[in-house]
């Protein structure tokens, strides 16, 4: 699968932003996504999960009620909707195919949450 994160950018806190995955080389549509980041000295963490026709997501707990994962089957594109971001939000943000990364990393988007 070839993953090509965008939209990522320079937010104040309390911002929004709306990235977006488009995948290739692979069925989509067969597969659950979800959206990971990395913070600076720390792992990659899981931040949302959305199965295969999108009737299922869940969240890590700091992002529940501030972030939607969704996703465009037509398009084999993932997206997350960030709204109220928080500067501990900062990270390069990736996607990948099932809860725990199943292809190749992407080269991520930068999210920078700073006033």
């Known amino acids: 699968a070839r993953l090509v994160e965008s939209g990522g950018g320079l937010v104040h806190p309390g911002g929004t932003l709306r990235l977006s995955c488009a995948v290739s080389?692979?069925?989509?549509?067969?597969?659950?996504m979800s959206w990971f980041r990395q913070a600076p000295g720390k792992e990659r963490e899981l931040v949302a999960f959305i199965a295969t026709f999108g009737g299922y997501t869940n969240y890590e707990d700091s992002v529940k009620g501030r972030f939607t994962i969704s996703r465009d089957n037509a398009k084999s594109t993932v997206y997350l909707q960030m709204n109220s971001l928080k500067p501990e939000d900062t990270a390069v943000y990736y996607c990948?195919?099932?809860?725990?990364?199943?292809w190749g990393w992407g080269q991520g988007t930068q999210v920078t949450v700073s006033s």
């Open positions: 990948n195919g099932g809860r725990s990364g199943i």
């Open positions: 080389g692979v069925t989509f549509g067969s597969f659950d």
